[in-house]
């Protein structure tokens, strides 16, 4: 390891700061967190090194990071900004492959699946359009799989195929687990570890992946959350921990 494994953070909070950075240097973008720690992270961001960023309470309204009213946002100018690509959205996934496709519709053969999900929703339209990060709280081989049942999500190879209107907005710049960060910063777009949270291990990484992750030889520990970030979070932002429910101490 590069960095030292220092703070009183818990392993929920790291995910927190993770998420957090997802946003940095976005400027005047609306961001879309799903999930209670990268709702946490949004909020975060937005009060500290990224005060452009657009809040809103999920339905019409954008809010500040403490949850008051700042303007309206109706439907039809929602939409004008995702598919004019100033939204990063930050999504969830059930499966998740080396290339970044994302499944949230079913698991199991299409024709008859094993399990239902929420559906295909607006994945293809975020991903070909939007910035779209994931995030996962729960890493597993279940989850980081070698190939989706089903591409909601669109991945660097599926747009690669479909060609230069496919490419041309799409990007996934990050994901986010409950053991590090990931990008896809290699030669063919497949997924590389970019970070370690402190107590867990690159083994514990691997073991938890269903496909052969890119492992450069030092990876760093996520970054430690500041004293007066870890005050925001705890005290501010998420008084009543949600983040511990998706992320156990």
């Known amino acids: 390891m590069t960095a030292s494994a220092t703070g009183s953070a818990t392993r929920a909070e790291y995910c927190v700061i993770a998420c957090a950075e997802v946003w940095r240097g976005n400027g005047e973008v609306l961001a879309a967190p799903m999930g209670a720690v990268p709702s946490v992270g949004a ?24 949850g008051e009213a700042e303007g309206w946002l109706p439907y039809r100018r929602h939409l004008t900004l995702v598919t004019g690509g100033r939204r990063h959205v930050m999504m969830g996934a059930s499966q998740l492959d080396r290339f970044g496709n994302q499944n949230i ?31 996962v709280p729960r890493h597993s081989p279940r989850v980081f799989v070698e190939r989706v049942d089903m591409v909601c999500g669109v991945g660097h190879d599926n747009a690669r195929a479909a060609g230069p209107s496919a490419t041309r907005f799409h990007r996934i710049p990050q994901v986010v687990s409950d053991l590090g960060v990931f990008d896809f910063g290699t030669p063919d777009r497949s997924m590389r570890l970019v970070s370690v ?18 492992v450069p030889a ?19 932002i998420d008084p009543s921990a949600t983040r511990d429910r998706e992320v156990r101490p």
């Not at 909020?43 to 403490?66: Q, S, Y």
């Open 43 to 66: 909020r975060l961001a937005r009060l500290t090194f990224a005060p452009e960023l657009l809040l809103t309470d999920g339905e019409a309204t954008i809010v500040g990071p403490d």
């Open 105 to 135: 519709s079913c698991i199991g053969d299409w024709e008859q699946p094993a399990r239902q999900l929420l559906g295909v929703r607006g994945a293809p339209v975020n991903t070909l359009n939007n910035p779209v990060s994931y995030w």
């Open 197 to 214: 949270h402190p107590g867990v291990t690159v083994d514990r990484v691997r073991e938890a992946t269903g496909f052969a992750l890119t």
């Open 218 to 236: 030092d990876i760093p520990y996520t970054r430690t959350p500041a004293p007066a970030e870890l005050r925001l979070i705890r005290e501010v």
